[in-house]
């Protein structure tokens, strides 16, 4: 059998070192000073289907009527009154700045609108007054717009002005993000580092996966930022795919220095124990990071590039990851030698407490095994109540809401779009973020018509106020002026003022009772409610690809792991159900709110409608990480000790005895640096880190060491079986271990 490709890399790795790191080191001086300018080059929003009716609607209304949907918001506070003079003078000089810039289409200000619709741009305290602008151009123009002006913004005696609005809401999103991420990789490696050296004893041992997690990460930016010249790239995977690669590059690694450190003690010699390291866990590694790579794949087919961002960058980043531990880390372990075992920190710490040296336990005597052992002996009993246990987490997924990110995912106090946020929702009688838009394209029939049609709109219930060309009107009366900018030649628009929740059952039937209003013309609608419903649309079209891609890619693999049909199907089950529970309690945690104050997000009443998605797919992935760990390790103890029930039991055992203490590690690990998202302070970006370390924390306890175990036993020999057409298949190209050819002498 001729040498295979991951040994070759191995061998070249381990015989030329210093050549490998030297290229190592000189692409990361490069990919440090290409990823350095990635935050400038990833964009904003996403969240919003493009080819969606109400994102043409927003579109429309960006070039044709700015003023009929602002979404730049200044508030001028003055302690003498909105009608003050330096209230007053304050106005016009924002008025002045925001008319001379091009990428502004209309200015409304409090002082400048007519008396008749005025009150509506003051507080109820009379103190605050609003100028709104409508800032052109896609999501990303407009957040770097919005932070060039608040940038800019002048000082005046006496007046405090705060700015908001949806590309004010971009701009802090974004650098919310930003500052975020370096927040959670300060916190996760030395956290990282202290569970390595508990994991390894040794520091030497310990800080070689964080150094090929800081590997990982440069060379993650760099490739974002590729991706940036290619393809939309959300800022928020910044956050999500640098924390990934950070965990799975100390997964693998952690897999292959453990390895690595066996086949010493083995007796074998320092390059063929690093090259044995990379082609039996490294063989690992490479499925695993398979496994993430197809269930990230699924978000492919969604049409938001918030989601699609995330299946390309985190290609790059499990390649990343990958590549770094079976070509960079042997390398460092042939320089090293015997030396990665070197300050072995459980040497004093055990002198010190008159402990003796740590003993080797065969793995009959592990804990793990026992365990093990245990559980089998009570396998139907446990595993009613695991199940139990994992439906009552999951409860309270039933009741699931979406809605789109706001303001109100930044923490309270943070931003000044925040800020402003909650001064419009308590101190104005309408928040122009709610309002339902309607556009009319093409619409040049008389002002009767438009205000016919203004005033049925009026009387649908909770409809405070419509704005038109026609004049304002409320419960079918005309009450006020028209305000300006809301007809020009592409047709007509009109601005419904709403005190409901755009995101509640409320908001969604208001929106259905207005669109059932006959049009003049025909219409789109556009807003906060209708981008909701149409991003929910499109996901839940898709949602089944996305659903069949990731149960058909995941039974493949496990199916050329195992040679079995059974354990694909029960492995695809308990994933659900162990994903169910995790969603059940961030549903829980976020849309309800019971651990607001303690993370301290505020509470929407719903989850921002892409992320579960996007949680959905990494998840699957990860887990179904650990479930190849532990089941090629079971069944190769299967295959060895005979195929019968009672050997089943033990080989489920002796699995979980070699591998137990490993995944477990990689699973606290990889909770570790994706919970670190928790600190942030965006709630969407808490959502993503908390779910996800629930995820991978339940899995590897609840699911891996007690379900599975309990389930094995009570299936026995029928974990095994394949019809006999498959059989042939999986021997003809099954993934297993081979054997590796000694090293040619040179």
């Not at 690595?260 to 499925?287: F, P, W």
């Not at 309800?592 to 997000?601: E, S, V």
């Not at 591998?659 to 994706?674: E, K, Y």
């Amino acid at each position: 059998m001729g040498s295979s490709l991951l040994e070759r890399i191995a061998r070249f790795a381990v015989t030329r070192p210093r050549a490998v790191l030297a290229a190592t080191f000189l692409a990361l001086i490069v990919c440090g000073i290409l990823g350095s300018t990635v935050a400038s080059h990833v964009k904003a929003g996403g969240f919003a289907p493009p080819d969606a009716e109400s994102t043409r609607a927003t579109a429309l209304l960006g070039s044709e009527f700015g003023g009929a949907a602002p979404n730049f918001v200044l508030t001028v506070d003055a302690a003498g009154g909105a009608d003050s003079d330096q209230a007053k003078a304050a106005g016009a000089a924002l008025s002045d700045r925001l008319h001379a810039r091009s990428d502004i289409a209309v200015v409304q200000s409090y002082w400048t609108t007519a008396p008749d619709l005025r009150t509506a741009l003051r507080s109820s305290n009379g103190h605050i007054a609003l100028v709104l602008a409508r800032i052109v151009g896609d999501d990303t123009a407009q957040q770097r717009s919005a932070d060039e002006i608040v940038r800019a913004l002048p000082q005046f005696s006496g007046v405090t002005v705060k700015a908001g609005g949806y590309a004010t809401t971009l701009r802090d999103l974004n650098n919310v993000s930003i500052q975020d991420l370096a927040l959670a990789e300060a916190i996760a490696v030395p956290l990282s580092a202290i569970v390595l050296v508990l994991v390894f004893g040794s520091l030497v041992a310990a800080l070689l996966p964080v150094a090929i997690g800081l590997v990982s990460i440069l060379t993650t930016m760099a490739l974002l930022r590729i991706l940036t010249e290619l393809t939309d790239v959300s800022v928020f995977a910044l956050n999500t795919t640098t924390a990934l690669g950070l965990a799975l590059a100390i997964d693998y690694s952690l897999f292959i220095v453990s390895r690595y450190r066996e086949e010493i003690d083995a007796g074998n010699s320092l390059e063929e124990a690093a090259v044995r390291a990379v082609c039996t866990a490294g063989r690992t590694v490479l499925y695993s990071a398979l496994v993430v790579v197809l269930s990230l794949a699924a978000l492919i087919v969604f049409p938001m590039f918030f989601l699609r961002s995330f299946a390309y960058s985190g290609l790059a980043v499990v390649g990343a990851a990958a590549v770094a531990s079976i070509v960079v880390l042997p390398a460092i372990l042939a320089l090293l030698g015997n030396r990665v075992n070197a300050l072995d920190l459980r040497k004093p710490v055990r002198r010190w407490l008159r402990l003796g040296p740590v003993r080797t336990v065969p793995p009959q005597e592990s804990v793990w095994y026992r365990m093990v052992t245990a559980v089998t002996r009570r396998a139907v009993p446990i595993s009613l109540a695991v199940l139990a246990i994992l439906l009552l987490l999951g409860s309270p997924f039933l009741g699931i809401r979406f809605g789109a990110p706001d303001d109100r995912a930044i923490r309270a106090g943070a931003t000044s779009s925040r800020e402003v946020g909650d001064i419009l929702r308590t101190e104005f009688t309408q928040n122009p973020a709610d309002a339902v838009t309607v556009v009319l394209p093409g619409f040049h029939g008389t002002t009767e018509a438009l205000g016919a049609y203004a005033a049925e709109l009026s009387k649908v219930p909770h409809a405070s106020a419509v704005l038109s060309a026609a004049g304002t009107y409320a419960g079918g009366q005309r009450l006020a002026s028209a305000p300006p900018g809301m007809l020009g030649d592409a047709g007509a628009v009109l601005a419904v003022g709403t005190a409901l929740d755009p995101y509640s059952t409320a908001g969604e039937q208001q929106l259905d009772r207005l669109r059932a209003v006959p049009p003049p013309v025909p219409s789109m609608f556009a807003g906060a409610a209708a981008e909701n419903l149409d991003a929910l649309h499109a996901i839940g079209a898709k949602v089944p690809i996305a659903a069949i891609w990731i149960v058909l890619a995941m039974f493949t693999v496990l199916f050329l792991f195992t040679g079995s049909v059974v354990l694909p199907l029960k492995a695809l089950l308990m994933n659900m159900l162990s994903l169910t529970a995790a969603f059940g309690a961030m549903v829980w945690v976020f849309q309800d709110g019971h651990l607001a104050g303690p993370l301290g997000f505020t509470p929407t009443g719903y989850l921002v409608a892409n992320v579960p998605i996007m949680m959905f797919c990494l998840a699957f992935g990860m887990s179904m990480d650990y479930e190849v760990f532990l089941l090629s390790r079971i069944r190769e103890e299967w295959l060895a000790s005979g195929g019968t029930t009672e050997d089943n039991t033990h080989a489920v055992a002796m699995g979980l005895a070699r591998t137990g203490r490993i995944f477990t590690a990689a699973a606290v690990l990889m909770a570790i640096v994706l919970g670190a998202l928790v600190f942030s302070r965006l709630s969407f970006i808490q959502l993503m880190g908390l779910g996800l370390a629930i995820t991978v924390l339940a899995d590897a306890t609840l699911v891996r060491c007690l379900l599975v175990p309990a389930l094995m036993r009570l299936m026995g020999r029928w974990n095994w079986w394949a019809p006999r057409p498959l059989r042939a298949v999986h021997v003809r190209i099954g993934l297993t271990e081979k054997e590796l050819i000694p090293a040619q002498s040179e």
